[in-house]
């Protein structure tokens, strides 16, 4: 139990740690990931400031179990996507549009996951992005002609995360007008150029760009 001001919240072992991510999450989407601090997170969910670090070891140890939950968000938002599309093609150009929805459902809370050496120092992180790369592959291998080695299968992977990265940094420095307007517009655009992406790949011509459904 822990106390600030007035008012006294308790929290169980794991809710503390879930409470702290999901406060994390805010202030970053508020402030940026560099205006972020343990100790705001602690005053969000009403503990004392050293109580955060009884669950993270220090403040990129939050950080990055708040890009571990924005990455669990990605993936089920792409898996919703994906549940009803029959052909590896359209899979793999969801994939751009999914980075957009997350973007613009999540705004600068989906910067944690580009934290500049973030990544490199926490297994979880690394285990997270090679589950989503596994979850693709096999439609990547698909798309490409014959004789094609891991390689292009990972740099067609590579193409597509740039392309929707792309088009969510246009998307949340406005560049396209609110974001929260044209999330949706910007989705399927981002989707019919992963298609012409894919297509490239694949060695065929594709559907046509404009006539694609949309996602």
């Known amino acids: 139990m822990a106390a600030t001001g007035k008012g006294r919240d308790t929290y169980h072992h794991g809710d503390l740690a879930a409470a702290l991510v999901q406060a994390t999450l805010e202030i970053v989407d508020e402030v940026g990931v560099r205006g972020f601090s343990v100790a705001e997170a602690a005053r969000r969910t009403r503990v004392s400031p050293a109580a955060p670090y009884r669950h993270f070891t220090d403040r990129d140890a939050l950080l990055a179990a708040a890009a571990l939950e924005v990455s669990r968000r990605l993936r089920a938002i792409h898996e919703e996507a994906v549940a009803t599309v029959g052909t590896p093609q359209e899979r793999l150009a969801t994939v751009a549009g999914s980075y957009v929805r997350a973007?613009?459902?999540?705004?600068?809370?989906?910067?944690?996951?580009?934290?500049?050496?973030?990544?490199?120092?926490?297994?979880?992180?690394?285990?997270?992005?090679?589950?989503?790369?596994?979850?693709?592959?096999?439609?990547?291998?698909?798309?490409?002609?014959?004789?094609?080695?891991?390689?292009?299968?990972?740099?067609?992977?590579?193409?597509?995360?740039?392309?929707?990265?792309?088009?969510?940094?246009?998307?949340?420095?406005?560049?396209?007008?609110?974001?929260?307007?044209?999330?949706?517009?910007?989705?399927?655009?981002?989707?019919?150029?992963a298609r012409a992406l894919v297509a490239g790949y694949s060695g065929t011509d594709g559907p046509p760009v404009d006539d694609a459904p949309a996602c």
Do not use: Q
């Not at 989503?132 to 439609?139: I, K, Q, R």
């Not at 088009?167 to 910007?186: C, M, N, Q, R, S």
């Open 103 to 193: 973007a613009a459902r999540y705004r600068s809370a989906f910067d944690i996951l580009n934290v500049p050496g973030l990544r490199a120092t926490r297994p979880e992180l690394r285990d997270a992005t090679r589950e989503f790369v596994d979850l693709l592959l096999p439609s990547a291998f698909e798309v490409l002609p014959p004789g094609r080695g891991p390689e292009t299968a990972v740099a067609l992977l590579d193409a597509l995360h740039a392309l929707g990265r792309g088009y969510v940094t246009l998307l949340l420095d406005g560049k396209f007008g609110d974001p929260g307007e044209v999330a949706e517009a910007i989705a399927t655009r981002a989707t019919r150029a």
